[in-house]
């Protein structure tokens, strides 16, 4: 397991996805609208719309504040999002893509490249870093929500391409086009998935040192913190040996 996985997981473990569920909530609900403003406010006619859906609910996001997400994009006073990605590199040279939605592209801009400096890396041209990665739908569930081998026939059955298993984690991996097809034939099996969504799956991955390692998490946890972020994605990996010590 690595980069944007990697990083989830040890948030997980230090319960940081607890103290940030407002700001989960709240990204969840610009992506919702974004979506129904860029295409049709129905997500039986909007695939993205559909998608971002699919991991509020995951979420567990309140059905109200996903109405009102969707209804806020009609609003002609509403705020304008901007959908801006960022790639550059991280430390050890790995490779890093920030998505973001802003209504300031100067200022998240400024925040990004402050960040990719003060960790010792840099910005670069779009293009220079997502060519090493995928799109792919992913959906995400507790490791002792099945056994990999029971997950992995589930997954095969609902349409997945692939499944990458941890004790902590099971990734189900698919065409990002099927991920609402995928998703909600895996919550007949398995319950609801804490995660789906459409991600930045890295080709190769670049093993990092304790020292680097812990630069590289730092890095990510700064740029997630930021609030015009949604997704951080990152091409390295980290020895389980290394990450227990780095999130004890």
Known sequence: MAGHSKFKNIQHRKGAQDK??????????????IAAKMGMPDPDSNPRLRTAITAARAQNMPKDNI???????????????????????????????????????????????TVFTKSGGNLGETGSVSFMFDRRGAVEYPGEVADADAVFDAAIEAGAED??????????LCAMEELHNVAAALEGVLGPPPSAQIVWKPQNEISVDEETAEKVLRMMEALDDLDDVQNVYANFDIADDILEKLSA
């Open 163 to 172: 499944v990458e298993s941890s004790e902590d984690t099971h990734e189900i």
């Open 20 to 33: 940030k569920r407002a700001k989960v909530f709240s990204r969840l609900s610009k992506e919702i609208t």
């Open 67 to 113: 109405e009102r997400a969707i209804k806020k994009s009609a609003d002609a006073g509403g705020e304008n999002y901007e959908e801006v990605r960022y790639e550059g590199f991280g430390p050890g040279g790995i490779g890093v893509i920030v998505e973001t939605l802003t209504d300031n592209r100067n200022r998240t801009a400024g925040d990004v490249r």
